[in-house]
């Protein structure tokens, strides 16, 4: 029991950041009664267990649905029965909504979120490799790989930077300009030559995804408000830095949650993907400070958030077909012009069976990355609890999307959590991290591997010394070469919850809704 | 349990008693949903709104073409009925107990009318604001209803607003050129904005005096629905606005 109560609360500390947030962390350790039934130790709940649970059902069920969506049945070697968990409604014989139920959630706390969020580590590598950039939380790590050493970023912008978490980083085609942004407010872009801040812009909220034109004309951001700003990047040049310059207001996915941005590869639309299953294609205007009006399609068929969307480009195609990963285990394949889903790939039965320490397989999971390969029908999808990568093949004449092939990743609990291809070399760069990991005063954790592409029959991973830049470049990424194994699996589980928590609507009972309905004060009855 | 459902309906008209169904006054558009969202327009179930229509017509090859937002107790829908017989139109209304109400109007008038009349409305709950994709296709409207929409005057709640330059983009989606987008108000303030919304849109043009003449429809936008009915009554001054969706490439 005292070793039980001791994991609950290791849970909770580990866990914290996502359940304080919904007030949950009170209410799920109000259930330690019940722990002895939990671990199997006794057969049945005491009544102390029950009345407990009664009372978590009544005041904040959604709060059984973090249960319900964990997916955990054990948590650092304590297993805890999640069947047995299923199970206390009926043994206590408490009403409960089904778990089905566990879905749906009020925006607009959009904002008001916990200042250390957990951020997952990003990766951006050069089209043409000539440098490689990755974060961890408000952290911008380069390095040079025609130098071989790292860069120094040079930030003459007087608008300070804070130390909030930054959500997106990328180069531009051409890789002359390189971008940064996210929960500071600030959209910077700089020279991918001098590394030098060219422009700052101040966006009135956090923001969550950008993308630059292919001609290097025009940078658009997206805020946590689902509204894309662009502003004109002509007349920037080495020579001066422009302070700080507005957005001027695009499109707006009316508040949700934008979670991805990129231009078509021909540069004719601009595609935005949510948080509401829903990948919106816009022509993207002569004028575009005049707005983004015409639609060309929405890309409708995901039932659940979306992560990431993604062109496969072959030689031939200058439109290029679209792919896209969600949180409802599946890769879609787009025809963008018609909106039309071509095909839908499953991933979850796949990488199920391999996701480490799981005694069952999940039943969803979440496609947190994809990449097209250059000039190949290949595209490489990082899945979250996956240590690996899942390689998906296109047949563009067939309309299909199937598995090819599943590389694990030997040794190491190496999760990525975000990837990045050149395509001058076609080496897949991953990095697996997070920053802000609850109950760690680090400020964050990286580690990169590389995978080679060059073979569509072998796609080796290489060793740290085989990486272009070798273990300079791994110093200056990662910060410090040799990374626990504990701290790795913590820091993807935490990026998992806090993936979660973002992007999954909340659940709310019918007791609950009809509670919130009848607490408000602006409601007539008779 | 019968008596209790009967008694929600008038006696003398069979209608269900809209006192039965009040709700609040305001929704906000903002939280999200408890209602059932189709993935996509193809996976709405027509022959679940417009079961005699589809009998009638099983190619199933009819549209929905009207939608009314934000319909409120649905007395435009009902006028509209009868207008154009041949065309399905539906309204989007985000309150529960409203939509339930405008349900049970509509059935009720399908079984009271002995010419089979108003089998081509129905109503829907949902957030207009957030789902217009996922029930209507591109270009799939003829003509779109706004009418006496929620004003939400303060500044930082304007984004709520019903009508405003990035919503018109999805307006403009899913009305095909040449369609109607219809909005009156009786609040000055919101009047002017969405004449300026419409106005500064490059895909809508406004209506000449002429084609306003001689539409029908406008006359019913201050005298169909209750919104606009208690407007009358008060003697209210009312602003409209009546836009044409252009061609356009931009
Ligand atoms: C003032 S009433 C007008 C109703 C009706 N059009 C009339 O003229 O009588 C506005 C209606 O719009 C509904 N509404 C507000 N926001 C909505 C939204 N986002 N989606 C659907 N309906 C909405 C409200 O619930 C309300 O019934």
Redesign the pocket.
């Known amino acids: 029991m005292v070793y039980a109560l001791v994991v609950l609360i290791l849970t909770t500390v580990l866990y914290g950041g996502a359940m304080a947030q919904s007030g949950c962390s009170d209410a799920l350790t109000s259930l330690f009664p019940c722990l002895g039934y939990l671990t199997g130790g006794s057969s049945s709940p005491t009544s102390n267990c029950c009345d407990q649970f009664l009372t978590v059902v009544h005041s904040s069920p959604e709060c059984l649905c973090m249960v319900v969506n964990s997916k955990e049945n054990s948590f650092s070697g304590f297993s805890f029965n999640r069947t047995l968990a299923l199970n206390l409604p009926t043994v206590c014989n408490v009403q409960t909504p089904s778990p089905s139920h566990c879905k749906e959630s009020n925006i607009e706390e959009g904002e008001n979120q916990n200042k250390l969020e957990v951020a997952p580590a990003l990766i951006s590598v050069h089209p043409s490799q000539k440098s490689v950039a990755v974060t961890v939380g408000s952290d911008l790590r380069v390095f040079d790989l025609i130098e071989k050493c790292p860069v120094t970023l040079v930030d003459e912008s007087d608008v300070p930077s804070r130390k909030e978490s930054i959500r997106a980083i990328r180069y531009s085609a051409s890789g002359k300009l390189f971008v940064s942004a996210g929960d500071d407010k600030l959209v910077k872009i700089w020279s991918a030559e001098s590394w030098r801040c060219l422009i700052t812009v101040c966006s009135e909220k956090r923001v969550s995804a950008v993308a630059i034109s292919s001609d290097d004309l025009h940078a658009c951001y997206a805020d946590k408000f689902g509204v894309v700003w662009v502003v004109e990047l002509d007349g920037i040049n080495e020579g001066e830095v422009v302070a700080s310059k507005k957005g001027a207001s695009l499109l707006s996915h009316y508040c949700s949650i934008i979670t991805s941005l990129e231009y078509s590869p021909d540069g004719r639309y601009i595609l935005s993907a949510d948080r509401d299953f829903k990948i919106r294609v816009t022509v993207f205007p002569k004028k575009p400070l005049e707005g983004a009006h015409e639609i060309q399609s929405f890309c409708l068929g995901h039932t659940e958030f979306i992560t990431c969307i993604a062109f496969i480009s072959t030689p031939e195609l200058t439109q290029g077909y679209l792919m896209s990963g969600s949180g409802d285990s599946t890769v879609r394949l787009w025809d963008i012009t018609s909106g039309s889903l071509l095909d839908t790939c499953e991933v979850s039965t796949m990488a199920g069976h391999l996701v480490s320490n799981e005694t069952e397989p999940p039943t969803q999971v979440t496609v947190t990355d994809i990449c097209g390969i250059p000039n190949s029908s290949f595209a490489a999808v990082a899945i979250q609890s996956f240590q690996g990568i899942l390689l998906l093949s296109c047949d563009l004449s067939a309309h299909t999307l199937s598995i090819t092939k599943v590389i694990k990743i030997p040794g190491e609990s190496f999760i990525p959590t975000s990837i990045s291809v050149s395509t001058s070399t076609k080496l897949l760069w991953m990095v697996s991290g997070a920053s802000n990991l609850p109950g760690s005063n680090h400020p964050g954790f990286s580690r990169v591997r590389v995978m080679s592409c060059t073979d569509t029959e072998s796609f080796p991973i290489l060793e740290d010394e085989q990486i272009p830049g070798g273990t300079k470049l791994l110093e200056q990424l990662q910060g410090k070469v040799a990374i626990e194994e504990s701290v790795m699996s913590a820091a993807a589980e935490a990026v998992r919850a806090a993936m979660s928590s973002l992007l999954m609507k909340k659940q709310y009972s019918e007791e609950k809704r009809e509670f919130r309905k009848r607490t408000r004060n602006d409601k007539k009855t008779t | 349990m019968d008596s209790e459902t009967k008694s929600t309906f008038s006696k003398s008209t069979g209608l269900p008693r809209k006192r039965f169904y009040r709700a609040r006054a305001?929704?906000n558009?903002l939280s999200d949903s408890h209602f059932p969202i189709p993935i996509a327009p193809s996976h709405v179930d027509f022959s679940l709104h417009f079961p005699k229509v589809i009998e009638a017509d099983n190619k199933i090859s009819k549209k929905i073409e009207f939608a009314?937002?934000?319909?409120?107790?649905g007395?435009?829908l009902i006028s509209l009925s009868t207008l154009f017989p041949d065309t399905l139109m539906i309204g989007?209304?985000?309150?529960d107990k409203?939509t339930e109400y405008v349900k049970e109007r509509i059935l009720a008038l399908r079984k009271t009318s002995s010419e089979g009349q108003y089998e081509n409305i129905s109503v829907v709950r949902?957030?207009?604001?957030k789902y217009i994709p996922n029930y209507f296709e591109k270009g799939q409207l003829s003509k779109m209803f706004f009418?006496?929409?929620?004003p939400h005057f303060k500044e930082k709640n304007h984004r709520r607003r019903?009508i405003s330059t990035h919503l018109l983009d999805e307006y403009a989606y899913v009305l095909r050129a040449g369609g109607i987008i219809y909005t009156i108000t009786d609040v000055e303030e919101l009047g002017e904005w969405m004449k300026a919304c419409l106005e500064k849109h490059p895909m809508f043009e406004s209506l000449t005096q002429e084609e306003l003449d001689l539409d029908p429809v406008v006359e019913l936008l201050c005298s169909a629905?209750?919104?606009?009915q208690k407007v009358a009554r008060n003697g209210g001054q009312t602003f409209r606005a009546i836009f044409r969706r252009i061609a356009y490439a931009s």
């Open positions: 305001h929704s558009p009314d937002i934000g319909c409120g107790f007395g435009l989007m209304e985000l309150r409203v949902t957030n207009s604001m009418l006496f929409p929620d019903v629905t209750e919104e606009g």
